[in-house]
Each structure stands twice: as structure tokens, then as C-alpha cells.
């Protein structure tokens, strides 16, 4: 069932922009990457400057008709898949194949319950810096999902 060409990734503890970047490569090259605990990725930066940039984004759209976008997305794993999308060619055929590589996850799906995942080590997490996770930063936007309240 699963591929030998595929990349499994937990994204706990890895810096977003680094890991877009490195899974954005692979993609590109025809490797499929998929990621789990997306909640978990770290954005470097202080908290609140991280959250005002991203509602800034939010509040632009709302001046035009904010059915019509630009949208921008609240859940975690949206916000990983939207960050490799900005690192791919997306007005291009090969940007568009490419980004459809990519699966990201909130948790660890059942069917990869048995799967061995890796860590990036150019996205870990260097000490000494300000971070915060992309779940925080989805709660700050209103995302209202919670893992442990359904266990």
C-alpha cells in the first residue's frame, strides 16, 4: 500500500518555513511527501508579531468581497500545505502536479499507524529563539478544533 517513493514526515518540533522549503524540493522532483502533527511545527518569531502579520492578511481580504478572497487559511495543516504552495511554481503545470505531492495531517492517521516517520534535520528546532506553534497560531486566527477534547 505504501510507496517507496514517498517521504513521511512528523512535523513535530520542525521551523515551517525551512520545512516548506525542503518538502517543496522533493516535490518538485516527483518524490510525495506527507506530513503528520502539523499542529505541532514551530513558526520562528515572537508570538505576538507572528499573529498580527497573519491577521493583517486576514483583515485585507475582508476590504474587498471577502467571499471572493484572497483566502488564507485558519487550520494548521492548511496554513503548511499553503506555505509550500508560495515556495512552489504555482502558475505553472509543474507547480500545480507538484503541490498535489503534498498531504498534511493534524494528527497521525490509522492507516500510518505503522509507519516509521523521519525528521528533517536543516527544520529542527535551534535553541535560543522565539516560537510559536502553528496550533497556537490557528487558535489566534479561530480555529476551534481540539484534539484532546475528543479522546
Known amino acids: 500500500m505504501m510507496d517507496n517513493d514517498t517521504i513521511y514526515v512528523d ?16 516535490v518538485l522532483l516527483g518524490q510525495k511527501v506527507v506530513v503528520v502533527n502539523a499542529q505541532n511545527i514551530l513558526v520562528s518569531g515572537k508570538k505576538r508579531s507572528l499573529i498580527e502579520a497573519y491577521l493583517v492578511k486576514r483583515r ?4 474587498t468581497n471577502p467571499t471572493r478572497g484572497p483566502m488564507f487559511p485558519r487550520f494548521p495543516d492548511r496554513i503548511l500545505r499553503r506555505t509550500i504552495r508560495g515556495m512552489l511554481p504555482w502558475k505553472t503545470t509543474s507547480g500545480r502536479l507538484a503541490y498535489r505531492r503534498v498531504s498534511a495531517f493534524l494528527e497521525v492517521p490509522e492507516k500510518f499507524a ?12 535551534r535553541l535560543s529563539q522565539n516560537y510559536i506553534t502553528v496550533g497556537e497560531l490557528s487558535e489566534n486566527l479561530g480555529w476551534r478544533y481540539n484534539i484532546e477534547s475528543e479522546a
Open 60 to 63: 485585507r481580504a475582508t476590504h
Open 11 to 26: 512535523g513535530t518540533d520542525h521551523i515551517l518555513g525551512r520545512l516548506s522549503s525542503w518538502i517543496a524540493k522533493k
Open 114 to 125: 505503522d509507519i516509521e516517520f523521519t525528521t528533517i534535520d536543516v527544520a529542527k528546532k
